[in-house]
């Protein structure tokens, strides 16, 4: 499949270069080949063969390489003069000036209000090489317990989840391949005929086979189109409607009593438990009707191999991860983790989702999925860095929570954000653009001037995906090479480079490297012997093999495409059932906010935008956000299709063109988050966090809805 043929902003190879796109977990496998076309050389994306994405791109990936040579590409530092306010404009500045700045804000900060006053955000798109650089980078020359990044947003109540019931965290313990062997799918919350087009090509194979498919969502999304079933309960109860499936799968007989007794432990308390949720309770509580509840469990109960795919639908709610271990209980009950191509997974979202969160970039982690405050993990992660292990920082705190008191005494005071938009992506938003203006320093690096880059004293222009070496751990748990295949633009620098360099200017520059490949290597020495072990991953190895799964801890062992067949990482070796139960959202509608708003991606966007909001084929095809609402809603409401809808919550207000579609429930609405300005829905989301994972809850609140004339594209 040919992708669009666009300038290239440096110099190529003359052949194709096999690489990985830059957008999400899937990491589709492309080739990018220099051509001569008309006024220039242009570089060609094409799909290539690989065994997740068979050759398939979405327009997202076709799209990317748009992005090398786009006229807002960032090539120059950028400084602001003055202090405090952050109203002079930028200025152009060479890299020493602005290093240094950085430099002297993080020490200032430290000497003054303590080591944590000096902080770092990353992200979830970052490399291995990267997300393990700004772990170590905050622990060794910073000393600080300040960091976390976006993957906090993204899959920390499934990481939570997974970790209790299995042991380990791996988004999907078995090849993305497995789904077209599945004879029943259940998708919960997940929406890849939008979010990840290429993988349907597995789900339709799977039906080919005759397989069925099951799909939860308060959306009649394309995924429930295609499926057998929906199930379309009111966001935020889908940790009832699990536990009232079990209820039926016990009443009926179907839970696999063998395997329970041979692979679990837990499981009595939950069978009581779940007598409590009777089928009309739980049709009161989720609106699923029993006869929708009977026959989800009739298909389940003719399945000999059965996949339960969890998403952020069901995950990003303040009881995320209970609500993923109920559907965890549901998977252990029909005895499915571990056997062939059946179990529960989670589809991560962001590129480099899980390896990011797999090698320290999370606030209570180190690499190889080892827990700071684990003191044999301090010793081992400190003996491969060398340092003593009593230097290393205790767990700081999650994303929001450090985002929620920049400034403030006891909170970070200079913070450096690495590849995340948090003032457009983090929940309550408008307040977290006033809390990086309160920071006495923010240094932002970036491709282009995000909405957070703008807050900034001091900006990095960085390089991107197709610009630098590096792995990416996939979807699937499969570590893959990313391979340059242009040089980047004179004056932008890699993330590593500058992490390496500021450790310099902090006097602990002996313990850094900037080039990817020592860092991988190191990083292997740092996650062997920990659940997430790479030790016996090399680039070579990638390769020659097409990417190699995790856990891989040495040379001659062929990786680990699937877990949990002997047995589960815990100390008895069982998966543990865990007893949740239902409660309400955060915050339900009330007299003045009285219906709910759900958040989510769009097909032709991603993330906050920072990316796909500059790229022609994608902005053509989605040009601005719609909100969705049901006719009958909107006729209460006095809007048409294409009419403006004001949208309120208890944090924030947006103003979005309305979509009429009848696939949405009449109380509820739904808005993509891609979008800035007055179209911030995370400006409405609720930042009630999970007490386990603190993922704040964007997937409900309670919104008050007014219909407002409507502007022209111009006019707003
Ligand atoms: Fe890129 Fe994901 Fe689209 Fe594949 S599905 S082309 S990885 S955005």
């Not at 910073?142 to 899959?155: K, P, V």
């Not at 497995?178 to 090509?201: F, H, K, Q």
């Not at 990003?316 to 998977?331: E, M, R, V």
């Not at 998966?575 to 915050?587: L, M, P, S, T, Y």
Request: hydrophobic content about 40%; proline content about 7%; charged content about 25%.
């Amino acid at each position: 499949m040919a992708g669009p043929h666009l300038p290239i902003s440096g110099s190529a190879p003359e052949q194709g270069v096999s690489t990985h796109c830059p957008y999400c977990s899937l990491q589709c496998a492309m080739t990018l080949t220099p051509r001569e076309h008309g006024a220039g050389p242009v570089l060609e994306v094409a799909g290539a063969p690989f065994p997740t994405n068979r050759g398939g791109l979405c327009e997202k990936g076709q799209s990317s390489a748009e992005l090398l040579a786009h006229p807002d590409r960032l090539t120059t530092p950028l400084v602001r003069d003055g202090s405090g306010a952050r109203d002079e404009p930028f200025r152009a500045a060479s890299w020493d000036e602005a290093l240094q700045r950085i430099a002297d804000a993080l020490t200032v900060a430290q000497e003054r209000f303590g080591p944590d006053a000096a902080g770092l955000f990353g992200g979830g798109g970052m490399t291995n090489e990267k997300a393990y650089q700004a772990g170590k980078f905050v622990r060794v020359a910073l000393r600080s317990a300040s960091i976390d990044y976006n993957g906090r947003f993204c899959m920390s109540s499934a990481a939570a989840a997974a970790t209790k019931a299995f042991g380990v965290d791996r988004g999907m313990p078995f090849p993305l391949s497995d789904i077209a062997r599945a004879d029943t799918v259940l998708l919960v919350g997940s929406n890849p005929a939008d979010v990840m087009p290429p993988a349907m090509r597995w789900f339709a194979a799977g039906r080919e086979r005759g397989a069925r498919h099951l799909v939860v969502d308060p959306r009649y999304t394309a995924t429930a189109a295609a499926a057998d079933v929906h199930l379309q309960p009111v966001p935020g109860t889908d940790l009832a409607l699990a536990n009232g499936l079990l209820h039926l799968a016990v009443k009926h007989r179907l839970v696999d009593t063998a395997y329970i007794a041979e692979r679990t432990t837990g499981w009595p308390a939950v069978k009581r438990a779940v007598r409590q949720y009777w089928p009309d309770r739980v049709e009161r509580i989720t609106g699923v009707p029993v006869r929708v509840m009977e026959r989800a469990v009739r298909v389940l109960a003719e399945s000999r191999a059965t996949i339960i795919l969890s998403g952020r639908g069901a995950e990003q709610h303040a009881k995320g991860s209970d609500t993923a271990l109920a559907w965890i209980n549901l998977a252990l009950a029909l005895g499915l983790p571990g056997r062939p191509f059946s179990g529960w997974a989670t589809m991560t979202g962001q590129g480099n989702g899980q390896g990011g969160r797999e090698h320290g970039q999370k606030a209570d982690q180190l690499p190889g999925y080892r827990m700071l405050a684990d003191p044999a993990a301090r010793e081992h992660v400190a003996g491969v860095w060398g340092v003593d292990p009593d230097e290393l920082p205790q767990p700081g705190v999650s994303a929001y929570e450090m985002l929620d008191r920049l400034g403030t005494d006891g909170g970070v005071r200079a913070l450096v954000v690495m590849a995340s938009n948090v003032a457009v992506s983090a929940p309550n938003a408008a307040h977290v653009r006033e809390r990086l203006r309160a920071l006495d320093f923010l240094a932002v690096s970036d491709i282009f001037l995000s909405e957070t880059a703008e807050l900034a004293d001091v900006v990095l222009p960085t390089t991107q995906w197709a610009e630098e070496d590096g792995t990416m751990t996939n979807v699937e748990g499969r570590v893959l090479r990313r391979r340059r295949a242009v040089d980047a633009p004179e004056g932008a620098r890699s993330d590593l480079a500058v992490l390496a360099d500021l450790a310099g200017r902090l006097g602990r520059g002996e313990y850094f490297d900037d080039d990817p490949r020592t860092v991988f290597d190191e990083l292997r020495r740092a996650s062997a012997g920990g659940k997430a072990d790479y030790a016996g991953i090399t680039w070579e190895r990638i390769e020659a093999e097409r990417g190699v799964f995790w856990p891989c801890p040495s040379e001659d062992h062929e990786g680990t495409p699937r877990l949990f067949r002997d047995g589960f990482p815990t100390p008895d070796g069982r998966a543990r059932f865990h007893v949740v139960h239902h409660r309400d959202a955060a915050e339900t509608p009330d007299d003045e906010f009285p219906y709910r708003l759900t958040t989510g991606r769009s097909r032709a966007h991603y993330q906050s935008g920072t990316q796909t909001r500059r790229t022609k084929a994608l902005l053509d095809a989605e040009p601005e956000p719609t909100v969705e609402v049901h006719p009958d809603l909107a006729a209460r409401l006095g809007v048409a299709d294409g009419g403006d809808l004001l949208l309120r919550t208890r944090r924030g207000s947006a103003r979005l063109r309305v979509r009429l579609t009848s696939t949405i429930r009449p109380d509820t609405v739904f808005a993509p988050f891609h979008w800035a300005g007055e179209q911030t829905i995370n400006d409405l989301t609720n930042p009630a966090l999970d007490p386990a994972s603190r993922m704040p809850e964007f997937k409900v609140c309670a919104v008050e809805l007014t219909a407002v004339p409507t502007t022209t594209r111009e006019d707003a």
